[in-house]
C-alpha cells in the first residue's frame, strides 16, 4: 500500500512572507560567528534571518523562533541567557532578490531587516532544519563576513565588535 502523494497547494493560495525580517549574528564571547548554508541555494552562506509570523509579531520573538527553527538553539534556556539577544537597533532596507520575491505579495519588491546578536557558548550544539540548510560552519568574524553572500549580512558581522558584550563604541 503506497501512501498518496502530498498536495501542495498553488503558489496563488500559500501565505505570502511579510516584507518584515530579522537578522540574527550569533557569535561566541570571542567573536566566531556561525553561518549556516542554505539548502535551497549551495553556496550561500548567511546568520540566521527570518520573516515575521503575523504583522504584530514582536521583532524579539521573531528573532528568538528563527533561532530556534534554524538553529535548534532556544533563547532563554540556561545555556543562552534571554539577556543574550540584543537588538542592535540597526535597520536595513534592501531589495528583495527576485528568486525570492515570488514568496511575498504581488509588487513586494524591499523588505525591512532589524539585527540583533546573540552571545552563545562555543560548544553549544546546533541542529539545523535540513528543509532550510546543508550545513553550518564557525568562523571568526571577519572570514564570516567574506563568506556572506547578502551585502547586509556581512555589513552586520563587521559591526560586530562594536555591538558585542563589553565592546566600546
Known amino acids: 500500500m503506497s501512501l498518496p502523494e502530498p498536495v501542495v497547494p498553488p503558489a496563488s493560495s500559500r501565505p505570502t512572507k511579510i516584507p518584515e525580517s530579522v537578522l540574527v549574528v550569533i557569535h561566541t564571547p570571542e567573536l566566531e560567528v556561525l553561518l549556516i548554508e542554505r539548502a535551497d541555494k549551495p553556496g550561500y552562506w ?3 534571518t527570518g520573516s515575521k509570523d503575523h504583522p504584530d509579531e514582536d ?4 528573532a528568538v523562533r528563527e533561532v530556534a527553527e534554524e538553529t535548534g538553539i532556544v ?11 540584543r ?8 531589495e528583495i532578490y527576485p528568486v525570492w520575491r515570488h ?15 546573540l552571545t552563545v557558548p562555543r560548544d553549544i550544539a546546533v541542529t539545523l532544519a535540513p ?6 560552519a564557525w568562523l571568526p568574524w571577519r572570514e564570516a563576513a567574506d563568506r ?7 555589513e552586520a558581522i563587521l559591526m560586530l565588535p562594536r555591538h558585542a558584550p563589553g565592546a566600546r563604541p
Open 59 to 62: 521583532l524579539r520573538l521573531t
Open 103 to 117: 514568496r511575498y505579495a504581488s509588487g513586494v519588491t524591499h523588505n525591512t531587516e532589524h539585527v540583533f546578536g
Open 46 to 48: 548567511q546568520s540566521v
Open 75 to 85: 533563547v532563554g534556556s540556561a545555556a543562552v541567557p534571554e539577556a543574550a539577544l
Open 148 to 154: 556572506c553572500f547578502s551585502p547586509s549580512n556581512a
Open 131 to 136: 528543509r532550510e540548510h546543508l550545513q553550518h
Open 87 to 94: 537588538d542592535w537597533a540597526l535597520r536595513n532596507v534592501y
